[in-house]
């Protein structure tokens, strides 16, 4: 049987063996390696946002801190807290650069204030510096986690997205199991120069990866977006003209809408947006951040006999573990399972820690025979954290939005999440010294309890799906049909 042929669609004019085209699988692993490359950035981040847990307690002591004076108990809950007020404005920051420069090199210029923190915290002699810094990190971070889950999203394809998006979770353990490993073992300055290490590796290698090519297609230059899907893909230009065309359906049909702040509020990308913001306000309030900021605060709270820096280190190789496991499931599994399953481990942790330091403050004699149960409990939180609430918000969220909303939308809800965390990182230790430990953890595990609930009945599940379905499933569909 003779071979048919056709013109490249590309447009070269040379023939094209369509049972080759048909035939031609690529290399798939590729977006992987390029969204581990990028997500080396997010590592970094969660070496910066994991960075108070062992330099609080190098503040403290005059022979290794270098400020003139001891910091107060006021300046070290604040040290933690202020970097979610520079994440506040990143995302809008990210937005802006994504959209005007690329998602590649969006994330290469949210390196810079990374750079600036570290210089002020390497000359830091007063709690000044510290702060300025902290908050130079976040805004850092709030451009990172607006522009890095967009760009994986747009280089995965449908039955990888959730995979790709859930890197940003299991890279960001890295990092703090990073700083909480080699953290209390070493000078404050080598802290800095290993976090400055970590930026640069970035930046060199992510230097040679793609662009997304959505990107380019929005910028109506479909050459360029072929060259990078065929880079990513690991095909010839031929090979991903399929996706490629469908890619250019999307986005010129996102195109023919001049997306504003207003159109997020109305029909199905305010469904999106409602979803997305109470995922991450669940994210935030089962307790995440107050766990990690203050970790080495806990378990000094709780007597346990295990060294607090050693047990810290324990728990971030558990987190990296659990972190990992989700990508290899979650697009088997689905969105939704793992994180009623990651609901319904959060609230339990949380409130057997709870449980515990009520005991405690009682001075309840069966305390000493249960000094396991914080490390215990914070596994079991950390765990399921891992699986469902830490990764997915931001891989749902890069799903939900259409690409004419995502520019506007994410963003907002980006910066919601970080309001959300300077609420619990400022106000945990707080209401731990006020009213008891055991009050913010039973807070955390209601709030997870409502994320249960939550997710039961409202979040949809887009395992499988294309943007164009999911935009469907949400009923963006149906009002075009209205409007028609």
């Given at each position: 049987?003779?071979?048919s042929?056709?013109?490249d669609p590309v447009?070269s004019?040379?023939p094209v063996?369509?049972?080759?085209?048909?035939?031609?699988?690529?290399?798939?692993w590729r977006q992987?390696v390029?969204?581990?490359v990028?997500?080396i950035l997010i590592a970094?981040?969660?070496y910066?946002?994991g960075w108070?847990?062992?330099?609080n307690s190098?503040l403290?002591?005059?022979?290794e801190s270098?400020?003139?004076?001891?910091?107060t108990?006021d300046?070290?809950a604040?040290?933690?807290s202020?970097?979610?007020?520079g994440?506040?404005?990143?995302p809008?920051?990210?937005?802006f650069a994504?959209s005007?420069?690329?998602?590649?090199?969006?994330l290469?210029?949210?390196?810079i204030p990374?750079f600036i923190?570290?210089?002020?915290?390497?000359?830091a002699?007063?709690?000044?510096?510290l702060?300025?810094?902290?908050i130079?990190?976040g805004v850092?971070v709030g451009?990172v986690?607006?522009?890095?889950?967009m760009y994986?999203?747009?280089i995965?394809?449908d039955?990888s997205r959730?995979a790709?998006g859930s890197?940003?979770?299991a890279?960001?353990t890295?990092?703090?199991?990073l700083?909480?490993g080699?953290?209390?073992?070493?000078?404050?300055?080598?802290?800095?120069y290993?976090?400055?290490?970590v930026?640069?590796?970035?930046?060199?290698?992510?230097?040679?990866m793609?662009?997304?090519?959505?990107?380019y297609?929005?910028?109506?230059?479909?050459?360029?977006?072929?060259?990078?899907?065929a880079t990513?893909?690991?095909?010839s230009?031929a090979?991903?003209?399929?996706?490629?065309?469908k890619?250019e359906v999307?986005v010129k049909?996102s195109l023919?809408?001049?997306?504003t702040?207003a159109?997020?509020f109305r029909?199905?990308?305010?469904?999106?947006?409602?979803i997305?913001?109470a995922?991450?306000?669940?994210q935030?309030?089962?307790?995440i951040?107050a766990?990690?900021?203050y970790?080495?605060?806990i378990?000094?709270?709780?007597?346990t006999?295990?060294?607090?820096s050693v047990a810290?280190?324990i728990i971030?190789a558990v987190?990296v573990?659990?972190?990992?496991?989700?990508?290899?499931?979650?697009?088997?599994?689905?969105?939704?399972?793992l994180l009623?399953?990651s609901s319904c481990?959060?609230?339990i942790?949380a409130g057997l820690?709870?449980?515990?330091?009520l005991?405690?403050?009682n001075d309840s004699?069966?305390v000493?025979t249960?000094?396991?149960?914080p490390?215990?409990?914070?596994?079991?939180?950390?765990?399921?954290?891992?699986?469902?609430?830490?990764?997915?918000?931001?891989a749902?969220?890069?799903?939900l939005f259409p690409i004419?909303v995502?520019a506007?939308a994410?963003?907002?809800?980006?910066a919601?999440?970080?309001?959300?965390?300077f609420?619990?990182t400022?106000?945990?230790?707080?209401i731990?010294?006020?009213l008891?430990?055991?009050?913010?953890?039973w807070i955390?595990?209601v709030?997870?309890?409502?994320?249960f609930?939550?997710?039961?009945?409202?979040?949809?599940?887009t395992?499988?799906k294309?943007?164009q379905?999911?935009?469907?499933?949400l009923?963006?569909g149906k009002?075009r049909?209205?409007k028609?």
């Amino acid at each position: 049987m003779a071979d048919s042929y056709a013109y490249d669609p590309v447009g070269s004019g040379a023939p094209v063996n369509q049972q080759a085209y048909r035939m031609e699988e690529g290399q798939l692993w590729r977006q992987y390696v390029i969204a581990g490359v990028a997500n080396i950035l997010i590592a970094s981040l969660g070496y910066n946002m994991g960075w108070t847990a062992p330099i609080n307690s190098k503040l403290n002591r005059t022979d290794e801190s270098p400020l003139e004076t001891i910091p107060t108990p006021d300046d070290l809950a604040w040290m933690g807290s202020i970097l979610t007020i520079g994440a506040i404005f990143g995302p809008f920051v990210g937005g802006f650069a994504a959209s005007k420069i690329g998602r590649k090199w969006g994330l290469i210029s949210a390196t810079i204030p990374l750079f600036i923190g570290w210089i002020l915290v390497a000359v830091a002699k007063t709690m000044a510096y510290l702060f300025a810094g902290r908050i130079f990190w976040g805004v850092s971070v709030g451009m990172v986690f607006t522009i890095s889950p967009m760009y994986c999203a747009e280089i995965a394809t449908d039955d990888s997205r959730g995979a790709l998006g859930s890197f940003l979770q299991a890279f960001i353990t890295l990092g703090f199991l990073l700083v909480y490993g080699i953290g209390p073992y070493i000078s404050y300055m080598a802290v800095a120069y290993v976090g400055v290490a970590v930026v640069a590796l970035f930046c060199v290698l992510f230097f040679f990866m793609p662009e997304s090519p959505t990107y380019y297609l929005l910028k109506n230059d479909r050459d360029a977006a072929a060259e990078c899907l065929a880079t990513i893909r690991g095909r010839s230009l031929a090979g991903v003209e399929a996706e490629l065309s469908k890619m250019e359906v999307e986005v010129k049909a996102s195109l023919e809408k001049t997306a504003t702040i207003a159109d997020v509020f109305r029909g199905s990308n305010f469904k999106a947006f409602y979803i997305s913001c109470a995922l991450v306000f669940f994210q935030q309030f089962c307790g995440i951040n107050a766990v990690l900021f203050y970790m080495t605060d806990i378990f000094d709270a709780s007597g346990t006999s295990l060294e607090s820096s050693v047990a810290t280190i324990i728990i971030g190789a558990v987190q990296v573990v659990a972190s990992f496991i989700t990508p290899l499931v979650v697009d088997r599994l689905g969105r939704r399972i793992l994180l009623l399953i990651s609901s319904c481990g959060t609230a339990i942790g949380a409130g057997l820690l709870g449980m515990f330091f009520l005991l405690q403050e009682n001075d309840s004699p069966v305390v000493d025979t249960i000094s396991f149960l914080p490390i215990l409990s914070l596994v079991v939180f950390i765990v399921t954290y891992c699986w469902g609430l830490g990764p997915l918000p931001w891989a749902v969220m890069s799903e939900l939005f259409p690409i004419e909303v995502k520019a506007a939308a994410s963003p907002i809800a980006t910066a919601f999440c970080w309001v959300m965390s300077f609420l619990v990182t400022r106000y945990f230790p707080t209401i731990s010294a006020s009213l008891g430990m055991f009050v913010g953890f039973w807070i955390f595990g209601v709030c997870s309890v409502f994320a249960f609930f939550f997710t039961l009945f409202v979040v949809p599940e887009t395992k499988g799906k294309s943007f164009q379905e999911i935009q469907e499933m949400l009923g963006a569909g149906k009002q075009r049909q209205e409007k028609a």
